[in-house]
């Protein structure tokens, strides 16, 4: 088979839920070491999108009865012009530059997606007004709802609330909460007593350097060092993922995805009566930065534990939402 005869035509033929590898043909080309080394080029959570956006565009193609692959620069226009009252700016982007990916995998030159018809599409798109939904921040209070509202000992109730009061306490993103391991924890002795967690790569951190945070033990209602100790000992799990599926009986399944998090939250926030809003799995990160700013904490610290760099515009635009009164030349005595 030549490398771009992978078309939608063919792959109508294979089960839904079956798609092959992201890097398609190619593979059957490559051995195993050089396919482990293309998969490490990208992040898990940036690999696990890709193979969405696949199947997605595929899904689009079969009910447009069009070829995604190999594309024309019209379809891609089209594609984009389809979407733009449905979906965000940076999911079309995405969309895209993984399209783009897909041809480069697949060796097909010239590329559709980076022609000057399509360049001038994403162009018109950036300069589209912004809509932005941001994520509502989970501050301390609608965490105690939430838990008051998840009570019990079901290990479905354990998972969430330690998911919930873990993932707000790190202010991580929700896809390297998800990819937190037991051996990433690390019970420290000296000082204030927690965990050392180590956050094995991110999304500014690529290359899997990692990272150090910490995951205090409070002794209040809402202490993560508790209800993650609860949520590993009920659940048996001494290795691998720490964050789990538990299915309708009770049984813990696989690690979950970055996605689960916002679902679990979600339902949580629905159960507690919260009111409603743009909640998403962003919501804890969101949270952190903005309850710890209220309580007088630096940018510096802050971006600290969430992997900010301190001088970005995300972490100031929370903190400013959080104390409006604060380094503020309004506020400075007797000018009014």
């Given at each position: 088979?030549?490398?771009?005869?992978?078309?939608?035509?063919?792959?109508?033929?294979?089960?839904?839920?079956?798609?092959?590898?992201?890097?398609?043909?190619?593979?059957?080309?490559?051995?195993?070491?050089?396919?482990?080394?293309?998969?490490?080029?990208?992040?898990?959570?940036?690999?696990?999108?890709?193979?969405?956006?696949?199947?997605?565009?595929?899904?689009?193609?079969?009910?447009?009865?069009?070829?995604?692959?190999?594309?024309?620069?019209?379809?891609?226009?089209?594609?984009?012009?389809?979407?733009?009252?449905?979906?965000?700016?940076?999911?079309?982007?995405?969309?895209?530059?993984?399209?783009?990916?897909?041809?480069?995998?697949?060796?097909?030159?010239?590329?559709?997606?980076?022609?000057?018809?399509?360049?001038?599409?994403l162009k018109g798109l950036r300069r589209r007004p912004a809509t932005p939904h941001k994520a509502r921040p989970l501050l301390t209070a609608d965490l105690v709802e939430i838990l008051t509202a998840t009570?019990?000992?079901?290990?479905?109730?354990?998972?969430?609330?330690?998911?919930?009061?873990?993932?707000?306490?790190?202010?991580?993103?929700?896809?390297?909460?998800?990819?937190?391991?037991?051996?990433?924890?690390?019970?420290?002795?000296?000082?204030?007593?927690?965990?050392?967690?180590?956050?094995?790569?991110?999304?500014?951190?690529?290359?899997?350097?990692?990272?150090?945070?910490?995951?205090?033990?409070?002794?209040?209602?809402?202490?993560?060092?508790?209800?993650?100790?609860?949520?590993?000992?009920?659940?048996?799990?001494?290795?691998?993922?720490?964050?789990?599926?538990?299915?309708?009986?009770?049984?813990?399944?696989?690690?979950?995805?970055?996605?689960?998090?916002?679902?679990?939250?979600?339902?949580?926030?629905?159960?507690?009566?919260?009111?409603?809003?743009?909640?998403?799995?962003?919501?804890?990160?969101?949270?952190?930065?903005?309850?710890?700013?209220?309580?007088?904490?630096?940018?510096?610290?802050?971006?600290?534990?969430?992997?900010?760099?301190?001088?970005?515009?995300?972490?100031?635009?929370?903190?400013?939402?959080?104390?409006?009164?604060?380094?503020?030349?309004?506020?400075?005595?007797?000018?009014?």
């Open positions: 088979m030549e490398v771009h005869d992978m078309t939608t035509k063919e792959l109508d033929t294979i089960p839904k839920g079956s798609l092959p590898s992201v890097i398609g043909p190619i593979d059957e080309v490559l051995n195993d070491d050089a396919r482990t080394l293309i998969r490490g080029s990208l992040s898990e959570s940036t690999w696990r999108a890709y193979q969405s956006d696949r199947e997605i565009l595929v899904e689009w193609g079969r009910a447009n009865r069009v070829e995604v692959l190999p594309a024309t620069p019209e379809l891609v226009a089209n594609y984009i012009g389809s979407m733009v009252e449905v979906l965000a700016p940076s999911t079309i982007l995405r969309r895209v530059a993984f399209w783009s990916w897909w041809h480069d995998a697949q060796g097909i030159d010239p590329n559709p997606c980076r022609s000057t018809m399509v360049r001038n599409t009570p019990g000992e079901s290990l479905q109730a354990l998972r969430d609330r330690a998911l919930l009061v873990v993932g707000l306490a790190l202010g991580r993103r929700r896809s390297e909460l998800v990819a937190l391991n037991m051996e990433d924890l690390q019970w420290l002795n000296h000082g204030r007593p927690g965990y050392s967690v180590t956050i094995q790569r991110s999304k500014t951190d690529q290359e899997g350097e990692g990272q150090t945070v910490f995951l205090p033990r409070t002794g209040s209602v809402s202490c993560p060092v508790r209800h993650l100790e609860e949520w590993i000992r009920a659940g048996a799990i001494t290795t691998g993922a720490i964050f789990r599926s538990v299915d309708q009986y009770g049984k813990v399944g696989e690690r979950l995805s970055d996605r689960s998090v916002s679902v679990i939250l979600k339902k949580a926030t629905e159960r507690a009566g919260l009111p409603e809003g743009h909640w998403s799995g962003h919501s804890l990160r969101a949270g952190f930065v903005t309850e710890t700013a209220r309580r007088g904490a630096s940018t510096r610290s802050i971006a600290r534990q969430t992997g900010h760099s301190p001088t970005s515009p995300v972490i100031h635009g929370y903190i400013r939402l959080a104390t409006p009164d604060k380094d503020n030349a309004v506020t400075t005595e007797g000018w009014i």
